[in-house]
């Protein structure tokens, strides 16, 4: 009797137990050899559930994405002030466990999707972009519907996570001390849009 592989999960496995090797070798070193190891599975059952190396990568930044998602989930729906939360959804990239290794990722990517135009992968990247977005608006609009913050705010959505790429990308090429450029953002920025309670 066959074996009835869900194909989903079965991609999700390998590309999970190949989370440490991306992070250690980067995205142009890895290589499907080093995947199928790691994996352990053939090289052939890789090229089942992925059509390529970058398909791989998709799939652990994917994972990635994800869990950090939920995370800025989580921080926009707990109960602090809009600043505070602001803060924390800012500066959350600079503060994972693995953070220095998953900004090299993430910096390796802008630079391939920057000088490769490959579809794919400014698809993917737009879709990323767009479900942080989404994340961050919903957060700026239930603030705005309080009253903590003005509806100039959600203006800035797109403003503020080119800020934060623009901070990551700048502390990969002259170590710059993010946070604190996140921190002076925030307050400038709250200067801007915060609705005076009288």
Known sequence: MAIIVDKEKKRREIALSSRELLLKVGIKNITVAEISKTAGVGKGTIYEYFS?????????????MDEHAKELSEISDSS????????????????????????????EFIAIALTSRIKEMSDFAKSCKLK????????????????????LSLEFVDP???????????QGMTQIEAKQEVLNFIESWFALIKVSKQ
Do not use: P, T, W
């Open 52 to 64: 390529n190396k970058e398909d791989i990568v998709f799939e652990i930044i994917a994972i990635y």
């Open 80 to 107: 602090e002030e809009i600043k505070e939360k602001l803060k924390s959804f800012m500066l959350l990239v600079f503060n994972s466990e693995n953070s220095e290794q998953e900004l090299m990722i993430y910096r």
């Open 132 to 151: 942080i977005a989404n994340i961050l608006r919903d957060m700026l609009q239930s603030h705005v519907q309080s009253g903590d913050i003005s509806a």
């Open 160 to 170: 503020i996570l080119y800020f934060l790429k623009g901070v990551v990308v700048e």
